[in-house]
Antibody, heavy 118, light 107 residues
């Protein structure tokens, strides 16, 4: 059974930083791209970032480019999102998902709420 | 960026109804188009991938079609558990954009 479990800080002040992690199990982790998708309260889905299986190609949404870094550790089956210079508008549920470009988000984590507020 | 436009944004339907949701891309995405269902308070779930392939475990009342810029999701006979929000998403060109969603409500 595929499982994706997100973890990380939940509350941060504007301008602050936090790191989200997602631990995967149930599939050959290094064979798949991994992505983060977010959903602001009451809003639709927004793709944030993707990383390929080897970890040498990354993609970012313009809204987070320069502020967010995606990385992965294939030995630990984890994908992480380092978020800096956070803004109030980054407040959202962040989902980890298996898949990326030319693929589908075939599995999703339960999501973790990030709140950016003073 | 490729914009994904879904219509309608919401609809009311009864159990047993046939429901059609459309998704239009601002430029061609071939068949790199996926559909997701999201129930309230839950993570999205994949329904259809590459426009018309049914994800394993998804009931056959769900079907998808289209290519290029115009796509359709059909629920042939709406069931109580289908009341949810549906999103299309293109995986052809980054940013990997989603449509705005279609909320299917009980009439």
């Amino acid at each position: 059974e595929v499982q994706l479990v997100e973890s990380g800080e939940n509350l941060v002040q504007p301008g602050g930083s936090l790191r989200l992690s997602c631990t995967a199990s149930g599939f050959s982790f290094s064979s798949y791209a991994m992505s983060w998708v977010r959903q602001a309260p009451g809003q639709g889905l927004e793709w944030v970032s993707s990383i390929n299986g080897r970890g040498d190609t990354t993609l970012y949404a313009d809204s987070v480019k320069g502020r967010i870094t995606i990385s992965r550790d294939n030995s630990a089956n984890t994908v992480s999102l380092q978020m800096n210079s956070l803004r109030v508008e980054d407040t959202a549920i962040y989902y980890c998902a298996r898949g990326g470009r030319f693929d589908r988000f075939r599995d999703w984590g339960q999501g973790t709420l990030v709140t950016v507020s003073s | 960026d490729i914009q994904m436009t879904q219509s309608p944004s919401s609809l009311s339907a009864s159990v047993g109804d046939r429901v059609t949701i459309t998704c239009r891309a601002s430029q061609g995405v071939s068949t790199y188009l996926n559909w997701y269902q999201q129930r309230p308070g839950k993570a999205p779930q994949l329904l259809i991938y590459v426009a018309s392939s049914l994800q394993s475990g998804v009931p056959s009342r769900f079907s998808g079609s289209g290519s290029g810029t115009d796509f359709t999701l059909i629920i042939s006979s709406l069931q109580p558990e289908d009341f949810a929000t549906y999103y299309c998403q293109q995986s052809y060109s980054p940013p990997l954009t989603f449509g705005g969603g279609t909320k299917v409500e009980i009439k």
